[in-house]
Every structure is written in C-alpha cells, then in structure tokens.
C-alpha cells in the first residue's frame, strides 16, 4: 500500500492543507492519506494552541465524504512530547511492507533538519512537498540539500499555491472578520459554536 501521513498543527485546518493532501493521495495513487493533528506542538508552545478534542473535531468534520482521508490520533494518543520519528517508527511496525509517504509543505521542509533524529525520518519515509509562498529554485535548493545531506528522496507535489494559514484565519475570526472560502463551513460553524479565535 501507499499510505500519505499529512500532519499539522491543525488549528484550524483549511483548504491549503486539503487540497495538499487530496494532490499527494492523486499523483501517487495512493491507499489513504492519514489527517494526523500533532500531539504536542512543543515548537508552537509560546502561543496558546486549540484543545487536542476540538482540532480532532474539526479535522474529522473537514474530511467527512472524503474515502481518500482517514483520521488518525496516533500522535493525540500518546503522552508529553510527540515526534514524528516515532510516529513513522510505529507506522511502519503496522505497515511493514508498505510505502509511507511523509507530506508537508515547503514551509517544514526547511524546519525538518531541526527536528528529533532527522536522519531516521528520512530513512522511514518519502517525502512530498508543495511549494507555499517560495520561488520554486529555492525550494529546489532545498530539496538537494537534504538529499546530499540525508540521502533523503523527496519529490516536489506542483499544485496552486493556496495562500491560507491557520494563523490569517484565527486573525480574521478574533476580528470578526469572514472566513467563507477559506475552509469548509462544517469547520467555521464548529468555530462559532464553539467561540474558537474569538478573543
Ligand atoms: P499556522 O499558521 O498556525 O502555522 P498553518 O496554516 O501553517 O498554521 P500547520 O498546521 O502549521 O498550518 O501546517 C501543517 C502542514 O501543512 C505544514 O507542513 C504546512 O507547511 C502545510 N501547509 C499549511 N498550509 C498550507 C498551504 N496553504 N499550502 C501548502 N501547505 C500548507
Ligand atoms: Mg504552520
């Protein structure tokens, strides 16, 4: 099989994280594509992030019709810090024969040298990466990089750039200002019902 994992922080998630993983799950014909929300954001720890239950929610509520997507909690589940190591570590103990393809924009690639044990990523999975809000030759430049330096395979996944982030959206809702569009409604609903963003 051919399993995409598209983590995030998730906060909330939107049509760029979407449309990614819906381009991943169609150039590489792949089995399913795991919508993965990050346990522990250590690395967003300076600003308050959504509770694990209402970005699982919302997560769950933006891929609802779509058979390509599958929630998954492995990285909620697990206590205090969350690598992704080990989430590829456990993912290829339940998937030993299969390909995992690790699916970010071009934004992590650059933060990913940085992360725990870089090297075993590289090793556990292939990587897919969008260009967001880069000249494609610098993403380029990138990509040889972590080849050269981690023999790591990783492929350019072409599609629109989506000017969306996670961070514009929560500015817009604590400004009240519309987000229509810029993800799916059952999201901007849960976040007004639940008065995510508001303050
Ligand atoms: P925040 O603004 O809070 O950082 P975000 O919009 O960057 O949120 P994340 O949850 O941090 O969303 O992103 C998860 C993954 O999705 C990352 O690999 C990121 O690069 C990618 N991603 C997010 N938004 C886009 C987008 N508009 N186009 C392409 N990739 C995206
Ligand atoms: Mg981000």
Redesign the pocket.
């Known amino acids: 099989m051919k399993i995409g994992i598209?983590?995030?922080?998730?906060?909330p998630?939107?049509?760029?994280?979407l449309?990614?993983a819906e381009t991943a799950y169609d150039r590489f014909n792949m089995d399913k594509v795991l919508i993965m929300p990050?346990g522990d954001p250590y690395f967003?720890a300076d600003r308050g992030v959504s509770a694990d239950e209402d970005r699982a929610e919302m997560v769950k509520l933006a891929i609802q019709g779509n058979p390509h997507f599958e929630f998954s909690d492995l990285e909620l589940a697990r206590e205090g810090d969350t690598y992704t190591v080990d989430t590829l570590t456990i993912l290829r103990e339940q998937y030993p024969s299969d390909d995992l393809y690790l699916?970010?924009?071009?934004?992590?690639?650059f933060q990913m040298e940085k992360w725990y044990k870089p090297q075993e990523i590289f090793n556990l999975a292939k990587i897919l990466s969008?260009?967001?809000?880069i000249e494609v030759s610098e993403l380029n430049d990138q990509m040889d990089y972590l080849r050269k330096k981690f023999s790591a395979k990783i492929v350019n996944l072409y599609?629109p750039?989506?000017?969306?982030?996670?961070?514009?959206?929560?500015d817009k809702v604590k400004h009240g200002m519309s987000v229509r569009y810029f993800l799916p409604d059952s999201v901007i609903d849960y976040i007004h019902e639940k008065g995510l963003y508001h303050q």
């Open positions: 598209m983590g995030g922080t998730f906060d998630i939107h049509y760029g994280h449309i990614l990050a967003k699916i970010v924009g071009s934004d992590t690639l969008s260009s967001r809000n599609m750039n989506i000017d969306i982030s996670s961070t514009d959206i929560r």
